[in-house]
């Protein structure tokens, strides 16, 4: 099998069974574990058909190019050490995943928890084999996440929910510091492979970027193996159901952080700051991690911290900055991997045969289970370092290293050692307290269920890895010998060192530190024995040291205290605050750059000004300004000069060489003004009252304020666009625009050709928005409930109806039909004649002012003057406008114009044009640009209406409600009536 | 007449930003639309200011930056027109919305404190 085909399916099987084992049905246990344990030794047999290739010094790699311009590039490789790991991964996988299938209870939804340990388990094999250093971080982080997944399996536990959330701070914080060293190593390499990563060590450790990476990479190296002071998430992680502690404590999650420093070894090691940080942070968790694990009365628990200790060993050899403590750390990985995989299995039987995992309660149990017993004590043996199993070899080693290590204070070489042998004694004692705690004493009292054996396949994975403890620790040359070459060799190269797998060196020191520590265990055992039995909570000594408490208050420091502190200073839910400090930032950032880079007048000479221009703008700044003044109290007056404004705007572009802009400017001026006016009759009175009150010195203060941040504002944008106008850039995209319009967009109104062609794509985008809009607006009036004091008909409309009610002769409504009975019939007669303005304008928009936006809102205009004129219910008693479907047909038929294209092999909106002889009317341009500009005319036309209406309907619905007396009226026409306007049902 | 229109955008944008910054819902919608006049002939001018050379073409004639003037600002600002009529609308709706559930006017749903 080609080696691309073999790396990606040992990564992508994983992740594919997780996809697959997602779609069973939620309590399919069997299908769900016969799929993994397929899948995973479908991904076990992958890494083992590597092997050749890898036992001769091979590298496997598989490289595509994704982003190759910054550096990222999917790329997976495997050599010896990513093969041991791989190894592990999978194998020991496999192993927990027949495990669980008889661990986990039919209730639970099995399916969901083998998706989230396969994903995991893809994810892990990403981190080992990723080729790139940016890729590794991607896995490493999704294992995080996987991660906190499995630890929350059971989320309707407390203890599940904190420690997965405590496991997913604390290690994809870690990732996150990961991620930025993985950056600055780049940086510094100049390459994110890990191939040249690992050749450039002088160039790293000599760049004075060397302690940033080193800090930030062993931050996410540290987190993820639980070392001191980040140990404390991996106990509160035994909330997991055991096959996932059995898995992610053993061979995978907190190895990630062993197996990255292991990784960049070469590289980044060697150095005083590695030796401190690695090597204090290895040896403390190692004391402090065996210690509190003599004192757990959880068996999980003194797991948990035995793992931790373990971990502090590796951790520790790989501080030593010495070839050999190098075999010895990635032996004892794999030492580890078996023993506390078999142990966490064991502690789950235990749980699940008895129902409780506290030693205080346990007691006995070899007579009930035996099997289970005699495999637990040699696994625990191993954990202890008794002489024939494979413990004891890596801790021989690690003992020889203590003592050879160059201390860089030649008077502190005792205390390694001294550790070292003090750790191990500990070792020895939790792992007697696991053992004589629970299989030997007296019989069990009252425990949640009478203890028995297993079923024989779920003691299996127990049985298969205890023999490979056994065979290792008495054949280790024959059996583990030539894989641990393989990943030494892939780590060190050349720099490999002699080194002896044997099971007897002979009498020397670290055999007698072994046996020291064998017997101090046992001795501090039996004097302990009395204080464990007590019963007592906690940790002599290091009661204090309690990380979780530590973690839990930066927390709520952070997301609460400090949040809050933030929100009160800086934060505020009032707008006006708020937009002042936008409108402040602006005019100081304009005003910042100003003083950077000077001010002054571009070089085009200033044309003359026009007297008529100039006066038309001083109507335009007075209508401003006025607008700006009463907008408080004058709505209507200010909204009047808001459209004086408005139409000086319009002016200014006729003048200037616009006239598609003044066309769409005048309209759109003549909509908005009808909206606003539709609005009015909803908002609140308020009545000038001249003097009746001074102003506050606070309201005053403020107003002075605002009106000179106004004012700023103005004086700032004023000469921003002097200077902009009086300068012309030597290069314009106009050019290419005016020259093309006609020879490729066939039309001659450039602005046009621009919207509908060049620009195609944006103008979907707008008129899709548009009609996003005005659907919002719909939607939001569906359930409008005006405020209680503008229920009642408006004035006005009142003395009407007062004046018709006193004449017997009239109806309600009749002086409102006569009072615009010439305004209606000139309307009526008109609406054609603007209809067909439309189209004209529509028609000729490719070639002449007009065109789609211009079209539509001069229907819409026809639409609304019918309304305003003879009111919604005449209109819609003989039209029926369905604004939705001329959104929806407006939208349809300019995005299917974009892609008629593609049946002839174009790109999206490819314009066609051409011209066709019609009898009697010669020529016409026949563009596709045309249907497109229609789209934009049905969408402008309904969007508009929509919103107009649905706008103008509340005032029927108003109206109705408030002349409704108690029950005799018809029910309010309420949202349904609008839809049925609309036509919507 | 550079100056002439600069002044104009300047007195637009100011009196846009002075109404911006009051408290009543209406006070802000006739700001938001003085201001986007400002901002669209702003982005207009950045096409120079040119009489009596609009960016329609002779048939068959390619147009050249001499005889028109520059099409992009003003197509730019053609669909900004139209948005801004809409997001008016939008912003008219929700601040009817917000009077009716609130029963204020006021922009932070409820009348300033004190």
């Given at each position: 099998?080609?080696?691309?085909?073999?790396?990606?399916a040992?990564?992508?099987l994983p992740?594919a069974g997780a996809?697959a084992a997602?779609?069973l049905?939620?309590?399919a246990?069997d299908a769900a574990a016969w799929l993994a344990g397929a899948i995973t030794l479908a991904a076990l047999a992958m890494?083992?058909?590597?092997?050749?290739?890898?036992?001769?010094?091979?590298?496997?790699?598989?490289?595509?190019?994704?982003?190759?311009?910054?550096?990222?590039?999917?790329?997976?490789?495997?050599?010896?050490?990513?093969?041991?790991?791989?190894?592990?991964?999978t194998?020991?996988g496999f192993?927990?995943v027949l495990?669980?299938r008889?661990?986990?209870?039919?209730?639970?939804?099995?399916p969901?928890?083998f998706?989230?340990l396969l994903?995991?388990m893809?994810?892990?094999?990403?981190?080992?084999?990723?080729?790139?250093?940016?890729?590794?971080?991607?896995?490493?982080?999704?294992?995080?996440?996987?991660?906190?997944?499995?630890?929350?399996?059971?989320?309707?536990?407390?203890?599940?929910?904190?420690?997965?959330?405590?496991?997913?701070?604390?290690?994809?914080?870690?990732?996150?510091?990961?991620?930025?060293?993985?950056?600055?190593?780049?940086?510094?390499?100049?390459?994110?492979?890990?191939?040249?990563?690992?050749?450039?060590?002088?160039?790293?450790?000599?760049?004075?970027?060397?302690?940033?990476?080193?800090?930030?990479?062993?931050?996410?190296?540290?987190?993820?193996?639980?070392?001191?002071?980040?140990?404390?998430?991996?106990?509160?992680?035994?909330?997991?159901?055991?096959?996932?502690?059995?898995?992610?404590?053993?061979?995978?999650?907190?190895?990630?952080?062993?197996?990255?420093?292991?990784?960049?070894?070469?590289?980044?090691?060697?150095?005083?700051?590695?030796?401190?940080?690695?090597?204090?942070?290895?040896?403390?968790?190692?004391?402090?991690?065996?210690?509190?694990?003599?004192?757990?009365?959880?068996?999980?628990?003194?797991?948990?911290?035995?793992?931790?200790?373990?971990?502090?060993?590796?951790?520790?050899?790989?501080?030593?900055?010495?070839?050999?403590?190098?075999?010895?750390?990635?032996?004892?990985?794999?030492?580890?991997?078996?023993?506390?995989?078999?142990?966490?299995?064991?502690?789950?039987?235990?749980?699940?045969?008895?129902?409780?995992?506290?030693?205080?309660?346990?007691?006995?149990?070899?007579?009930?289970?035996?099997?289970?017993?005699?495999?637990?004590?040699?696994?625990?043996?191993?954990?202890?370092?008794?002489?024939?199993?494979?413990?004891?070899?890596?801790?021989?080693?690690?003992?020889?290293?203590?003592?050879?290590?160059?201390?860089?204070?030649?008077?502190?070489?005792?205390?390694?050692?001294?550790?070292?042998?003090?750790?191990?004694?500990?070792?020895?004692?939790?792992?007697?307290?696991?053992?004589?705690?629970?299989?030997?004493?007296?019989?069990?009292?009252?425990?949640?269920?009478?203890?028995?054996?297993?079923?024989?396949?779920?003691?299996?994975?127990?049985?298969?890895?205890?023999?490979?403890?056994?065979?290792?620790?008495?054949?280790?040359?024959?059996?583990?010998?030539?894989?641990?070459?393989?990943?030494?060799?892939?780590?060190?190269?050349?720099?490999?060192?002699?080194?002896?797998?044997?099971?007897?060196?002979?009498?020397?020191?670290?055999?007698?530190?072994?046996?020291?520590?064998?017997?101090?265990?046992?001795?501090?055992?039996?004097?302990?024995?009395?204080?464990?039995?007590?019963?007592?909570?906690?940790?002599?000594?290091?009661?204090?040291?309690?990380?979780?408490?530590?973690?839990?208050?930066?927390?709520?420091?952070?997301?609460?205290?400090?949040?809050?502190?933030?929100?009160?200073?800086?934060?505020?839910?009032?707008?006006?605050?708020?937009?002042?400090?936008?409108?402040?930032?602006?005019?100081?950032?304009?005003?910042?750059?100003?003083?950077?880079?000077?001010?002054?007048?571009?070089?085009?000479?200033?044309?003359?000004?026009?007297?008529?221009?100039?006066?038309?703008?001083?109507?335009?700044?007075?209508?401003?300004?006025?607008?700006?003044?009463?907008?408080?109290?004058?709505?209507?007056?200010?909204?009047?000069?808001?459209?004086?404004?408005?139409?000086?705007?319009?002016?200014?572009?006729?003048?200037?060489?616009?006239?598609?802009?003044?066309?769409?400017?005048?309209?759109?001026?003549?909509?908005?003004?009808?909206?606003?006016?539709?609005?009015?009759?909803?908002?609140?009175?308020?009545?000038?009252?001249?003097?009746?009150?001074?102003?506050?010195?606070?309201?005053?203060?403020?107003?002075?304020?605002?009106?000179?941040?106004?004012?700023?504002?103005?004086?700032?944008?004023?000469?921003?666009?002097?200077?902009?106008?009086?300068?012309?850039?030597?290069?314009?995209?106009?050019?290419?625009?005016?020259?093309?319009?006609?020879?490729?967009?066939?039309?001659?109104?450039?602005?046009?050709?621009?919207?509908?062609?060049?620009?195609?794509?944006?103008?979907?985008?707008?008129?899709?928005?548009?009609?996003?809009?005005?659907?919002?607006?719909?939607?939001?009036?569906?359930?409008?409930?005006?405020?209680?004091?503008?229920?009642?008909?408006?004035?006005?409309?009142?003395?009407?109806?007062?004046?018709?009610?006193?004449?017997?002769?009239?109806?309600?409504?009749?002086?409102?039909?006569?009072?615009?009975?010439?305004?209606?019939?000139?309307?009526?007669?008109?609406?054609?004649?603007?209809?067909?303005?439309?189209?004209?304008?529509?028609?000729?928009?490719?070639?002449?002012?007009?065109?789609?936006?211009?079209?539509?809102?001069?229907?819409?205009?026809?639409?609304?003057?019918?309304?305003?004129?003879?009111?919604?219910?005449?209109?819609?008693?003989?039209?029926?406008?369905?604004?939705?479907?001329?959104?929806?047909?407006?939208?349809?038929?300019?995005?299917?114009?974009?892609?008629?294209?593609?049946?002839?092999?174009?790109?999206?909106?490819?314009?066609?044009?051409?011209?066709?002889?019609?009898?009697?009317?010669?020529?016409?341009?026949?563009?596709?640009?045309?249907?497109?500009?229609?789209?934009?005319?049905?969408?402008?036309?309904?969007?508009?209406?929509?919103?107009?209406?649905?706008?103008?309907?509340?005032?029927?619905?108003?109206?109705?409600?408030?002349?409704?007396?108690?029950?005799?009226?018809?029910?309010?026409?309420?949202?349904?009536?609008?839809?049925?306007?609309?036509?919507?049902? | 007449?550079?100056?002439?229109?600069?002044?104009?955008?300047?007195?637009?944008?100011?009196?846009?930003?002075?109404?911006?910054?009051?408290?009543?819902?209406?006070?802000?919608?006739?700001?938001?639309?003085?201001?986007?006049?400002?901002?669209?002939?702003?982005?207009?001018?950045?096409?120079?200011?040119?009489?009596?050379?609009?960016?329609?073409?002779?048939?068959?004639?390619?147009?050249?930056?001499?005889?028109?003037?520059?099409?992009?600002?003003?197509?730019?600002?053609?669909?900004?027109?139209?948005?801004?009529?809409?997001?008016?609308?939008?912003?008219?709706?929700?601040?009817?919305?917000?009077?009716?559930?609130?029963?204020?006017?006021?922009?932070?749903?409820?009348?300033?404190?004190?």
């Amino acid at each position: 099998m080609p080696d691309a085909m073999l790396l990606i399916a040992a990564v992508g099987l994983p992740f594919a069974g997780a996809f697959a084992a997602v779609l069973l049905p939620t309590h399919a246990r069997d299908a769900a574990a016969w799929l993994a344990g397929a899948i995973t030794l479908a991904a076990l047999a992958m890494v083992w058909l590597a092997f050749q290739t890898v036992a001769d010094g091979g590298v496997l790699r598989y490289e595509i190019a994704w982003m190759p311009s910054v550096g990222l590039d999917f790329s997976l490789r495997m050599d010896g050490f990513a093969w041991m790991f791989a190894g592990l991964v999978t194998g020991i996988g496999f192993l927990v995943v027949l495990y669980a299938r008889y661990y986990m209870s039919p209730e639970d939804p099995v399916p969901r928890f083998f998706a989230f340990l396969l994903a995991f388990m893809g994810a892990m094999m990403g981190v080992v084999l990723s080729g790139n250093l940016i890729q590794l971080v991607f896995f490493w982080e999704l294992t995080s996440l996987l991660s906190f997944l499995l630890i929350g399996y059971w989320h309707h536990t407390q203890g599940a929910r904190d420690g997965a959330r405590m496991a997913l701070t604390v290690t994809a914080a870690g990732g996150l510091c990961l991620l930025a060293g993985v950056l600055v190593l780049g940086h510094i390499v100049g390459s994110y492979r890990l191939d040249e990563v690992l050749t450039a060590g002088v160039r790293i450790q000599s760049h004075p970027l060397y302690l940033t990476a080193l800090v930030l990479i062993l931050l996410g190296a540290l987190t993820k193996s639980a070392q001191f002071p980040f140990h404390f998430w991996l106990p509160h992680a035994m909330a997991a159901p055991t096959p996932v502690s059995a898995y992610l404590h053993s061979a995978t999650l907190v190895k990630a952080g062993v197996f990255l420093m292991a990784r960049l070894w070469p590289v980044m090691a060697g150095t005083d700051a590695w030796f401190w940080i690695v090597g204090t942070a290895g040896l403390v968790t190692l004391v402090i991690g065996a210690y509190i694990a003599i004192f757990q009365h959880d068996i999980k628990g003194l797991l948990a911290y035995s793992t931790i200790s373990h971990l502090g060993l590796v951790t520790l050899l790989l501080g030593l900055n010495s070839d050999l403590a190098m075999v010895a750390a990635i032996f004892h990985m794999m030492n580890h991997a078996m023993f506390k995989a078999s142990l966490f299995m064991a502690a789950g039987i235990i749980d699940h045969e008895t129902g409780t995992r506290d030693i205080r309660r346990l007691s006995g149990l070899n007579r009930s289970m035996p099997f289970t017993a005699r495999l637990a004590l040699v696994a625990a043996a191993a954990m202890a370092g008794v002489p024939l199993l494979n413990g004891f070899l890596s801790k021989e080693m690690f003992f020889a290293e203590a003592l050879t290590a160059e201390a860089p204070l030649p008077s502190a070489f005792w205390v390694l050692p001294v550790l070292a042998m003090v750790a191990s004694a500990f070792a020895v004692t939790y792992s007697l307290r696991f053992i004589h705690g629970a299989f030997f004493g007296p019989d069990p009292m009252d425990l949640p269920r009478a203890p028995h054996e297993p079923p024989a396949w779920m003691r299996f994975p127990v049985e298969i890895l205890v023999l490979a403890c056994i065979m290792v620790g008495v054949l280790p040359a024959a059996t583990v010998g030539p894989f641990l070459d393989m990943a030494v060799r892939a780590v060190l190269g050349d720099a490999t060192p002699v080194y002896s797998l044997a099971v007897w060196h002979g009498f020397n020191q670290p055999l007698v530190m072994s046996l020291l520590a064998l017997a101090g265990g046992v001795l501090l055992y039996l004097l302990l024995q009395r204080h464990l039995l007590g019963g007592a909570e906690g940790v002599p000594l290091l009661r204090r040291l309690e990380g979780q408490r530590m973690f839990e208050r930066t927390m709520v420091f952070l997301s609460w205290r400090l949040a809050r502190t933030l929100e009160a200073l800086l934060g505020t839910r009032r707008l006006q605050p708020q937009l002042r400090l936008v409108v402040g930032v602006a005019v100081l950032a304009a005003g910042w750059a100003v003083s950077l880079r000077s001010f002054a007048p571009g070089n085009l000479l200033p044309s003359d000004i026009d007297p008529v221009i100039a006066l038309v703008w001083v109507v335009g700044a007075a209508c401003a300004l006025g607008a700006a003044w009463q907008a408080k109290y004058h709505r209507l007056a200010a909204l009047i000069l808001l459209g004086g404004a408005g139409l000086v705007t319009c002016v200014t572009y006729v003048w200037f060489s616009a006239p598609d802009l003044a066309l769409t400017q005048l309209l759109v001026e003549v909509v908005t003004t009808v909206l606003l006016l539709l609005g009015l009759r909803w908002l609140p009175k308020r009545l000038d009252a001249p003097g009746a009150r001074p102003a506050e010195v606070v309201t005053a203060t403020r107003r002075l304020r605002d009106l000179a941040l106004a004012g700023a504002a103005g004086a700032g944008m004023a000469a921003l666009s002097y200077g902009v106008m009086t300068r012309l850039p030597p290069e314009l995209l106009a050019q290419h625009f005016l020259k093309l319009a006609y020879a490729e967009g066939g039309g001659t109104n450039v602005v046009n050709v621009t919207l509908v062609d060049f620009r195609g794509f944006d103008t979907l985008g707008e008129i899709t928005v548009l009609g996003t809009v005005a659907l919002t607006v719909f939607a939001l009036l569906r359930r409008f409930r005006p405020a209680p004091d503008s229920v009642d008909l408006p004035e006005q409309q009142r003395d009407q109806s007062a004046e018709d009610e006193a004449r017997p002769d009239r109806v309600d409504g009749d002086s409102l039909a006569d009072w615009l009975l010439v305004p209606a019939v000139i309307t009526r007669l008109l609406f054609p004649v603007i209809g067909l303005i439309a189209l004209f304008l529509l028609l000729r928009g490719h070639d002449l002012p007009g065109g789609g936006f211009v079209a539509g809102l001069v229907m819409s205009v026809a639409f609304i003057l019918q309304y305003m004129i003879s009111g919604a219910n005449w209109v819609e008693a003989r039209l029926r406008i369905l604004p939705l479907r001329w959104i929806s047909l407006g939208l349809l038929l300019a995005a299917g114009t974009g892609m008629a294209p593609w049946l002839f092999g174009l790109p999206f909106l490819t314009a066609y044009f051409s011209y066709a002889e019609l009898p009697g009317l010669g020529a016409v341009p026949m563009a596709s640009a045309l249907v497109f500009d229609l789209g934009v005319f049905l969408l402008v036309v309904g969007a508009t209406v929509l919103m107009l209406i649905a706008l103008a309907h509340q005032s029927v619905r108003g109206h109705r409600a408030a002349t409704r007396p108690a029950a005799a009226r018809p029910p309010i026409p309420s949202a349904g009536r609008i839809a049925a306007a609309v036509g919507e049902d | 007449m550079e100056l002439i229109v600069s002044l104009a955008i300047g007195v637009l944008a100011g009196s846009g930003v002075w109404l911006l910054l009051r408290p009543r819902t209406f006070q802000v919608i006739m700001g938001l639309s003085l201001l986007s006049y400002a901002v669209n002939l702003f982005i207009f001018s950045t096409g120079g200011l040119r009489t009596g050379a609009a960016p329609v073409l002779e048939h068959g004639v390619p147009g050249n930056l001499a005889q028109h003037a520059d099409p992009l600002p003003q197509a730019l600002v053609l669909t900004a027109i139209v948005i801004s009529f809409a997001t008016t609308a939008l912003f008219l709706v929700v601040l009817l919305a917000s009077r009716g559930l609130t029963g204020t006017d006021h922009v932070d749903g409820r009348e300033r404190d004190g």
